[in-house]
Nanobody
Framework: QVTLVESGGGLVQAGDSLRLSCDASGRTSSMWSAGWFWQAPGKEREIVAAISWDGGATHHADPVKGRFAISRDNAKNTVYLQMNSLKPEDTGVYFC?????????????????WGQGTQVTVSS
């Protein structure tokens, strides 16, 4: 079993920055990939960014390209999402997820473990 805990969300103004963290514990593996997902009220969960087990491959959804950046520190079992130039439409709950595949990418169904989410609210 793997436990994921997100942190770093909050209430900010448009144009501000936040850094989300996702700490993994339990039966983690060095060959795991991760992703950040976003869900707004009444909408389905969507991929924001994904990263391979070694950080060598990343994906960022079009709406966040150039503003958000996913990274990881395997020594700390932590994945980050740096969010810059935040917009009101970025508001929602952000979830991290963990896959046993070396690079799960945008395939939501292959993510095995999920965190509880952290709320990000961007005011205009």
């Amino acid at each position: 079993q793997v436990t994921l805990v997100e942190s770093g969300g909050g209430l900010v103004q448009a144009g501000d920055s936040l850094r989300l963290s996702c700490d993994a514990s339990g039966r983690t593996s060095s060959m795991w990939s991760a992703g950040w997902f976003w869900q707004a009220p009444g909408k389905e969960r969507e991929i924001v960014a994904a990263i391979s087990w070694d950080g060598g491959a990343t994906h960022h959804a079009d709406p966040v390209k150039g503003r958000f950046a996913i990274s990881r520190d395997n020594a700390k079992n932590t994945v980050y999402l740096q969010m810059n130039s935040l917009k009101p439409e970025d508001t929602g709950v952000y979830f991290c997820a963990y896959s046993g595949l070396p690079y799960a990418g945008t395939m939501t169904r292959v993510y095995d473990f999920w965190g509880q989410g952290t709320q990000v609210t961007v005011s205009s």
